[in-house]
């Protein structure tokens, strides 16, 4: 990993913390100017609002518009990201029912 991957990798992190992401529910890897952030996305504490579209929205221009960043890919397991830029979220499924 380049010196470069591992600044972006730190400037990324701290976009997240200042969107109150909690950051240790989620993984951030840059190759190549390319930032993966993946996991669970959610706020740090429970005193702030859920995150919506907006400040996932947010987040991801922010990240973006680092000078180092080619290019921001997502894979969280409870928001996904369309290719229109729209943010929306992952409802998990509900459990089966186990008949006795």
């Known amino acids: 990993m380049s010196v470069e991957d591992k600044l972006t990798n730190v400037a990324v992190r701290r976009i997240l913390t200042a969107c109150w ?3 240790t529910q989620v993984q ?6 390319v930032v993966y ?11 702030h609002r859920d995150l919506s579209e907006s400040v996932l929205r947010e987040m991801d221009t922010r990240i973006r518009q680092l000078g180092t960043v080619r290019d921001a890919k997502y ?8 290719l229109t830029a729209h943010w929306v ?11 006795l």
């Open 21 to 23: 992401v909690d950051i």
């Open 28 to 33: 951030v890897r840059t190759t190549g100017g």
């Open 37 to 47: 952030v993946t996991g669970h996305i959610e706020r740090m504490t429970a005193s």
């Open 75 to 82: 894979q969280f397991d409870n928001w996904d990201r369309k």
């Open 89 to 99: 979220p992952i409802t998990p499924e509900p459990a089966s029912r186990v008949l």
